[in-house]
T-cell receptor, first 108, second 113 residues
Framework: GEDVEQSLFLSVREGDSSVINCTYT??????LYWYKQEPGAGLQLLTY?????DMKQDQRLTVLLNKKDKHLSLRIADTQTGDSAIYFC????????FGRGTSLIVHP | DGGITQSPKYLFRKEGQNVTLSCEQN?????MYWYRQDPGQGLRLIYY???????QKGDIAEGYSVSREKKESFPLTVTSAQKNPTAFYLC????????????FGQGTRLTVV
C-alpha cells in the first residue's frame, strides 16, 4: 500500500470546521507536513509537526498526531470559501512522499 | 525573493514532438524533483537530482529525460516516447535530499493537441 493515505473528498459548509485525515505507514521519527494546492497552482507548505509532538496550533489550523495509530489530521476552524483547495499530507523522507490529496469543497 | 520558477505555465505539444519544461530555483537548494499530477492520482515522481550532474529515475521515468548541469536548473524533456503526456507537471526543491521540506513551483500544464 501507499506510504501515506488520504480520503479524496470533503465537503463542508462555510463557517464550519473541516477535518482532513491522513494515515501513514512508517513509524520512524520524522517531520509530517500539510500542503495546500489551489487550482492550477503549485503546492504551498501550510504547517508541519514533528513526530514527537501530539498537537500544533497555528491560527485557524490545528494539527493532531496520533502516533500509536499513525494518524495525522488537519483541522481548519471557521472554514471559508478561500480554503477550497486540495490538501496533501506528506512526510519527510529521502524522496518527499505525498498522499493523493483531499479535495476540500466549501459551500455557502 | 527566493523561489522556484517554472515556465511556461501552459504548453501545447503536437504528436511526435519533444518539449522541454523549464525549472529554475534561486534558493541554493541541492535537491530537485519533477512530479506529474493527474486528477485523483496525487503526485508521481518522474526524476530527482541530489546534486549537480547527478539524477535518478523515479517511479514513472519512461518517456522523460532530464539534465542537471547547473545547481539552479533542472529542465524536464517530455519525449515522443511518452504516450500520454497531457498532465500538470510540478518541479520542487529541498535544501538537501531527505533533510527538509520541499518547495514547489507553480506548475506547467502540458496538453497534447
Amino acid at each position: 500500500g501507499e506510504d501515506v493515505e488520504q480520503s479524496l473528498f470533503l465537503s463542508v459548509r462555510e463557517g464550519d470546521s473541516s477535518v482532513i485525515n491522513c494515515t501513514y505507514t512508517d513509524s520512524s521519527s520524522t517531520y509530517l507536513y500539510w500542503y495546500k494546492q489551489e487550482p492550477g497552482a503549485g503546492l504551498q507548505l501550510l504547517t508541519y509537526i514533528f513526530s514527537n509532538m501530539d498537537m500544533k496550533q497555528d491560527q485557524r489550523l490545528t494539527v493532531l498526531l496520533n502516533k500509536k495509530d499513525k494518524h495525522l489530521s488537519l483541522r481548519i476552524a471557521d472554514t471559508q470559501t478561500g480554503d477550497s483547495a486540495i490538501y496533501f499530507c506528506a512526510k519527510r523522507a529521502y524522496i518527499p512522499t505525498f498522499g493523493r490529496g483531499t479535495s476540500l469543497i466549501v459551500h455557502p | 525573493d527566493g523561489g522556484i520558477t517554472q515556465s511556461p505555465k501552459y504548453l501545447f505539444r503536437k504528436e511526435g514532438q519533444n518539449v522541454t519544461l523549464s525549472c529554475e530555483q534561486n534558493l541554493n537548494h541541492d535537491a530537485m524533483y519533477w512530479y506529474r499530477q493527474d486528477p485523483g492520482q496525487g503526485l508521481r515522481l518522474i526524476y530527482y537530482s541530489q546534486i549537480v550532474n547527478d539524477f535518478q529515475k523515479g517511479d514513472i521515468a519512461e518517456g522523460y529525460s532530464v539534465s542537471r548541469e547547473k545547481k539552479e536548473s533542472f529542465p524536464l524533456t517530455v519525449t515522443s516516447a511518452q504516450k500520454n503526456p497531457t498532465a500538470f507537471y510540478l518541479c520542487a526543491s529541498s535544501i538537501q535530499q531527505g533533510r527538509t521540506e520541499a518547495f514547489f513551483g507553480q506548475g506547467t500544464r502540458l496538453t497534447v493537441v
